[in-house]
Nanobody, 121 residues
Framework: VQLQASGGGLVQAGGSLRVSCAASGRTGSMYATGWFRQTPGKEREFVAAISWRGGSTYYADSVKGRFAISRDNAKNTVFLQMNSLKPEDTAVYFC???????????????WGQGTQVTVSS
């Protein structure tokens, strides 16, 4: 399975951005998908995760109520809608695919290349 993250960019604080994670491969839609983010010098941080059918979602406390994860299995794509963005949301955002929905990065087997999100104050 290959994952391609896209949609990052520069946005002002309070604004919105949607990042996407497109999966390719024969079973590209049959994975739980997570979003993680990382800033220089820090460990990768869990952001959100969704089960492969989309029935279960999980969020980090820091983004709960502001971010929404969803998926379109017909398009093998997972979305992360980010609203009310804050400068502290600035990071490289990575999507990951795994067999189980998890908040732990090491439990994901497949990773995309990351997309930069920058929130200016």
């Amino acid at each position: 399975v290959q994952l391609q993250a896209s949609g990052g960019g520069l946005v002002q604080a309070g604004g919105s951005l949607r990042v996407s994670c497109a999966a390719s491969g024969r079973t590209g839609s049959m994975y739980a998908t997570g979003w993680f983010r990382q800033t220089p010098g820090k460990e990768r941080e869990f952001v959100a995760a969704i089960s492969w059918r989309g029935g279960s979602t999980y969020y980090a406390d820091s983004v709960k109520g502001r971010f929404a994860i969803s998926r379109d299995n017909a398009k093998n794509t997972v979305f992360l809608q980010m609203n009310s963005l804050k400068p502290e949301d600035t990071a490289v955002y990575f999507c990951a695919g795994g067999w189980y929905t998890s908040t732990v990065s090491r439990e994901y087997a497949y990773w995309g290349q990351g997309t930069q999100v920058t929130v200016s104050s």
